[in-house]
């Protein structure tokens, strides 16, 4: 879904480029309230992850390829502000070293997939995580239904930016549909990947996944003493009461 340059006019691609910016410039003060010293380290794994799946693409239809988009996935494992920086710098870099949609672009890309993804994707995720069944079981397919919601409505989002601003001479209709069938069979595969990824996450390690956090049960930490059950030695005695060490005397002649 990388536009490229000059498919959109000047003034849509400025405001979706100011769009984009303001998106960057809240998610950066928002992104450290979903961030801790622990979980800081998943938004440079996920950013790596995404850019390099997005590297990955694999056949739609005839002489058509879709690639992962990414923006539910880490909406769900870091927090929907922090995933629009984590996509925002990828798709920057994308566009400065691998001429993967255009320079004049770089504000629509970042507004379709690094802030409507992730906003639909999280919002869908959070819904269905809300009717689905209340365990941890339940987060990575709520993960996979937001991802296969928030493909096609980015799509439908171009097609929108197009019917404003697009050059080229394309029936609206060709483009709309074009876009919406492709994308619908991305989602697809999107959901597939979103699913298993965050279900191999939640298997080890569900205290690194944002969107598991309200699962995980609380445990305190306690500290039993002697009156707690435990002898001298520091272990429970046979009926668990605590009973105090004794110690003998050997008398002496």
């Excluded at 502000?81 to 996509?87: E, K, M, P, Q, R």
Aim: glycine share 14%.
């Amino acid at each position: 879904m990388h536009v490229p340059d000059g498919f959109l006019d000047a003034p849509t691609s400025v405001a979706t480029g100011v769009v984009a910016a303001t998106a960057v410039g809240i998610a950066l003060g928002r992104a450290r309230r979903e961030l801790d010293d622990r979980t800081a380290p998943m938004a440079g794994l996920v950013a790596a992850f995404v850019f390099a799946v997005q590297m990955l693409n694999f056949p739609v239809a005839a002489g058509t390829s879709g690639h992962l988009l990414g923006g539910a996935l880490a909406a769900v494992l870091v927090g929907p502000w922090t995933a629009v920086l984590c996509l925002s710098t990828v798709f920057i870099v994308q566009a400065l070293l691998f001429a993967d949609g255009g320079i004049t672009a770089l504000g629509t890309n970042i507004t379709l997939m690094g802030l409507v993804t992730v906003l639909v994707g999280y919002l869908v995720f959070l819904a269905a995580r809300a009717v689905l069944p209340k365990r941890l079981a339940s987060v990575p397919l709520a993960a996979g239904l937001g991802a296969l919601v928030s493909v096609p409505v980015a799509a439908l989002g171009f097609v929108g930016l197009y019917a404003v601003g697009g050059t080229t001479d394309v029936d609206l209709g060709l483009v709309a549909s074009a876009m919406l069938g492709v994308h619908t069979l991305i989602g697809i595969g999107e959901a597939v990947i979103t699913f298993l990824a965050v279900g191999s996450l939640v298997a080890v390690r569900p205290d690194l996944v944002h969107g598991a956090r309200p699962f995980l049960q609380r445990r305190e930490l306690t500290i039993l003493g002697p009156d707690d059950g435990l002898d001298g030695s520091g272990t429970l005695d046979e009926q668990g009461t605590g009973a105090e060490p004794s110690t003998s005397q050997e008398a002496s002649a």
